[in-house]
């Protein structure tokens, strides 16, 4: 699925960073500081729409439709494949190390 085939389809999307694999590069908060932050501990963490840093374990945020290509930029550059798109719907993983 193409960024511009999800835009299309306006298939609700969420994203979560798993911590484990996080190397704390901060590619993701570089290209969509509105969705990532980097915390205290030197790891990526999602944000909430209320821009609170969510930190508990497997957190997700949904994907806001205006930066779906930044998130999605955002998982394909980051060095420790940490960063997972999927769709709410169904949970399948469309973007991520575990994308099909």
Known sequence: M????????????EVWIDQDL???????????????????????YV???????????????PVPLPLLTDVVDSARECPGDCIHVRRISDSVEIYGSDAE
Request: glycine residues 10%; negative net charge.
């Open 2 to 13: 193409t960024v511009e085939q999800a835009a299309v389809d306006s298939e609700a999307l």
């Open 22 to 44: 996080c190397t704390g590069d901060g590619i993701c908060a570089q290209y969509a500081p509105e969705v990532f932050e980097l915390d205290i501990d030197g790891l990526a």
């Open 47 to 61: 944000k909430g729409p209320d821009d609170e840093l969510l930190q508990a374990r497997g957190a997700t945020t």
